[in-house]
């Protein structure tokens, strides 16, 4: 173990009473914002107190709904899935990225090396082994249809990363285990994304889901998109060099300071999964 994870692992022992404890995630339930092609999640009660003595549901969603991490296996064929993620890669030391008032004023700003670069001036080296989050705000705008930020033309307005940066992290060798992020996708809004060819599958998965009106129909547009790989720049930067995980949708990011806090990620387990619904937990260092 390297000074700085030593270091920083000494800073961050939970308190008896929880008090340093952050929690990162949203509540699942069937409101919750979702791109409009996902199958809605639809939660059914299964036994009631009043008739059987217990209370449990039958909950419908899909993997990467609501917060969830993200498994290699997500996109690239042969990588990890779910449950094949050793837990010393479920937890790490928080690098916090603040871009929140860049993305005030432009709800389509990307992450960049400029901002890696002055956080290390700030705090040092990216240490090996951490979670690279950025904090735009947008946690503040979920279940409001700012969230996803719509346009006219059907278009998606919401922060990401850069490519380049992910590209800088990998040439210079800052081996993060994973990057996250209070938006949908770490790859930021469908009208930043250029490539055409990316550009025509995200519309043709919201034109079917437009044709879809019941969750059977739903499915179907699912299966359809199955095999095609997406437009995802930000990960094929990462994928092909270092098993990186993804964490999406989180919530409470403003009380993560931008170094010295630690991140443990409950995710469940699906077998043979390419990820899952989260529990994320930030443990805040004892200088806050």
């Given amino acids: 173990m390297s000074k700085v994870i030593r ?37 059914e009660p299964f036994d009631t107190l009043d008739k059987d003595g217990v209370m449990s549901f039958y909950n419908h969603l899909l993997e990467s709904c609501g917060t969830h991490c993200e498994a290699p ?3 690239l064929s042969g990588a990890p899935t779910i449950d094949k993620i050793p837990p010393s890669w479920l937890t790490g030391p928080a690098v916090v990225i603040n871009a929140r008032e860049k993305c005030d004023t432009n709800p ?12 290390e001036s700030n705090h040092g ?6 979670w690279l989050i950025m904090y735009s705000g947008w946690a503040e705008k979920w279940e409001t249809s700012a969230f996803f930020n719509i346009d ?4 998606d307005h919401y922060p990401g990363f850069n490519p380049a940066a992910m590209r800088w992290l990998v040439q210079n060798n800052r081996h993060i285990i994973g990057i996250a992020t209070e938006c949908m996708s770490p790859e930021g809004g469908s009208a930043t994304r250029s490539s ?66 630690w991140i443990i990620v409950g995710v469940i387990s699906f077998r043979g999964g390419s990820g899952g619904q989260a529990r994320v937990f930030g443990i ?5």
């Fill in 152 to 155: 006219k033309d059907g278009k």
């Fill in 73 to 75: 296996a997500h996109l």
């Fill in 196 to 261: 055409e060819q990316g550009e025509k599958r995200h519309l043709k998965a919201r034109a079917k889901e437009r044709n879809s009106t019941t969750k059977e129909n739903s499915m179907v547009g699912m299966k359809a998109r199955a095999g095609k790989m997406p437009f995802t720049p930000v990960r094929n930067e990462l994928l092909p060099v270092w098993n990186t995980l993804v964490l999406s949708n989180l919530a409470n990011v403003a009380r993560l300071p931008e170094t010295g806090a």
């Fill in 284 to 288: 805040l260092p004892d200088s806050v």
């Fill in 108 to 119: 389509d700003y990307k992450l960049n090396v400029k901002d890696l670069m002055n956080w």
């Fill in 7 to 43: 270091e920083w692992t000494e800073s961050c022992m939970i308190q008896a009473d929880g008090s340093n404890l952050v929690d990162l995630s949203h509540d699942w339930h069937e409101k919750m914002p979702q791109p409009s092609f996902f199958p809605p999640m639809i939660q």
């Fill in 125 to 130: 080296r990216i240490p090996d082994h951490s």
